[in-house]
T-cell receptor
């Protein structure tokens, strides 16, 4: 497709479970970003990839959160031992390196019950 | 106005009028400022950005003004249309020209009255 694709669109999980969220960026975009957005708030930065490597993971809240991008395209955000406070919309964006014009996907709404 | 800190929750304007959405920022080291539009159930959509060495930039029906003296940013939308109804976020970046580590404000909900 032409845009950033995120799957699943919705995920409900039980507290303590492990989840994986997937992002397919726009073809050719080497920069990929994960943000999360709580209700009524602006997005909050999590991690930034240049190609396969995490260039900036300073936004990851703790070691339960991890993300990979093994081939420099698709990325997976992994959350271990989920907590109710992890409930949010997880947004993925991609862009060419060095541009502020990042294109966001529709997000994955994660609900931890 | 909105602060990357405080926010003005809702702005209601008549269709066809001009809208002005304000944003105050606190990080004097920020070198890029970006406006995003977010419609319900969708991800943010880039509108326009401005570098810290500029004070005005124009796009299609939109103008962004930057006042570094008072750390204030505004987005002007000319001749607002129903499709402009959305939440608007300002974001700042102190890490160069990318979208890495953007700090977003809480957003202003723009409502267009018919």
């Amino acid at each position: 497709g032409a845009g950033v694709s995120q799957t699943p669109s919705n995920k409900v999980t039980e507290k303590g479970k492990y989840v994986e969220l997937r992002c397919d960026p726009i073809s050719g975009h080497t920069a990929l970003y994960w943000y999360r957005q709580s209700l009524g708030q602006g997005p909050e930065f999590l991690i930034y990839f240049q190609g396969t490597g995490a260039a900036d993971d300073s936004g990851l809240p703790n070691d339960r959160f991890f993300a990979v991008r093994p081939e420099g395209s698709v990325s997976t955000l992994k959350i271990q031992r989920t907590e109710r406070g992890d409930s949010a919309v997880y947004l993925c964006a991609s862009s060419f390196i060095g541009t502020t014009e990042a294109f966001f996907g529709q997000g994955t709404r994660l609900t931890v019950v | 106005g909105e602060n990357v800190g405080l926010h003005l929750p809702t702005l209601s304007v008549q269709e066809g009028d001009n809208s002005i959405i304000n944003c105050a920022y606190s990080n004097s080291a920020s070198d890029y400022f970006i406006w995003y539009k977010q419609e319900s159930g969708k991800g943010p959509q880039f509108i326009i950005d401005i570098r810290s060495n500029m004070d005005k930039r124009q796009g299609q029906r939109v103008t962004v003004l930057l006042n570094k003296t008072v750390k204030h940013l505004s987005l002007q939308i000319a001749a607002t249309q129903p499709g402009d109804s959305a939440v608007y976020f300002c974001a700042e970046n102190s890490r160069g020209g990318g979208a890495d580590g953007l700090t977003f404000g809480k957003g202003t909900h723009l409502i267009i009255q018919p």
